[in-house]
Nanobody
Framework: QVQLVESGGGLVQAGGSLRLSCSASGSTFRFNSMGWYRQAPGKQRDLVALITSYGSTNYADSSKGRFTISRDNAKNTVYLQMNSLKPEDTAVYYC?????????WGQGTQVTVSS
């Protein structure tokens, strides 16, 4: 069983920055993919960015150039640095870990960007 705990959400003005963190514990394997998804009210949950254990990354088009995903394998922690935030970035951000055919989710952290 894997547990994911997110932190770092909050309220920020447009153009500001936030850094999200997600720590994994439990039965984590050396090789996995960790990522961030977001879900705005009434919308589906969409990929923001993900990173593999090898450091390969994938970003949604809306994230490219503004968000940076990184990870500390020794700490089983993934980060999402979000810059130049826009009101349309407002959503609940969920951490995700995929390994050995298993997908685990965190409880989500709210990010609100005011105009």
């Amino acid at each position: 069983q894997v547990q994911l705990v997110e932190s770092g959400g909050g309220l920020v003005q447009a153009g500001g920055s936030l850094r999200l963190s997600c720590s994994a514990s439990g039965s984590t394997f050396r090789f996995n993919s960790m990522g961030w998804y977001r879900q705005a009210p009434g919308k589906q949950r969409d990929l923001v960015a993900l990173i593999t254990s090898y450091g390969s990354t994938n970003y949604a088009d809306s994230s490219k150039g503004r968000f940076t995903i990184s990870r500390d394998n020794a700490k089983n922690t993934v980060y999402l640095q979000m810059n130049s935030l826009k009101p349309e970035d407002t959503a609940v951000y969920y951490c995700n870990l995929k390994q050995m055919g298993i997908s685990a989710w965190g409880q989500g952290t709210q990010v609100t960007v005011s105009s």
